[in-house]
């Protein structure tokens, strides 16, 4: 007797569409594609019952995976929602973060953090491009600085986006340099990519998770 040739059930694989109507429906084609394959087996040979079996808990498993994964984003989204709504009041505050911050002319409060065996601690002060615009001795502590935006000379710098590194030298040798925690007014809360975000003055973005400190603006 000639035996038809159907697929494997085996072979079938659900789609990663996260819909229970989508997972329902492949269950019954698997179903339908099982008892298939069940009445077109080779009486002198037929599957072992272990092997559905086998194939059941198979399809069972990728189903449940869809569906916690489709719970799990479910309750991320949910988080970030009540997350940003809780950073509401975030916006008009100083946030605290290493980032670039805007000068519009106003002083910019810097908070170093230099290393504890420092004999030695300079603020660095890059513009936009990355070019080192002005370099200057600071206090060997964790006291907040507030950069009056001028060069070596007393001229005042342009406006723009600046970055702050600090550099804690030891022995004449840089044991640190790593960019410093700055504030700046918070004017947005944003969702990206399921983090929370915060658009600083000037354009600058950084995570809500980067912020180390809030202060009224």
Do not use: C
């Not at 008009?92 to 409060?109: H, L, M, Q, V, W």
């Not at 600071?138 to 342009?158: F, H, M, Q, R």
């Amino acid at each position: 007797m000639e035996i038809a040739s159907t697929p494997s059930a085996a072979s079938f694989v659900p789609t990663t569409e996260t819909s229970e109507a989508v997972i329902s429906s492949d269950f019954e084609t698997f179903l339908k594609m099982l008892t298939v394959q069940m009445e077109n087996q080779d009486p002198l040979n037929p599957t072992d019952a272990s092997d559905y079996a086998q194939q059941l808990a198979t399809f069972s498993g990728v189903e449940q995976q869809v569906l916690t994964n489709d719970l799990l984003s479910s309750l991320m989204v949910q988080m970030n929602t009540t997350g940003m709504a809780q950073m509401a009041d975030w916006v008009g505050k100083e946030a605290r973060a290493a980032a670039p911050a805007y000068f519009d002319g106003s002083p910019i409060t810097i908070a170093p953090n230099p290393a504890a065996i420092a004999d030695k601690v300079e603020l660095v002060v890059l513009d936009a491009d990355g070019i080192e615009v002005q370099r200057m001795e600071i206090a060997k502590s964790a006291e907040p600085v507030d950069w009056a935006g001028v060069d070596s000379a007393g001229n005042p710098l342009p406006t723009g986006v600046y970055t702050f590194r600090v550099e804690s030298h030891s022995g004449g040798n840089v044991v640190l340099d790593e960019v410093a925690d700055v504030y700046a007014r918070v004017q947005e809360v944003r969702s990206e990519n399921g983090a929370s975000v915060l658009l600083l003055e000037g354009g600058v973005a950084v995570l809500a998770s980067d912020v180390s400190a809030l202060r009224e603006g």
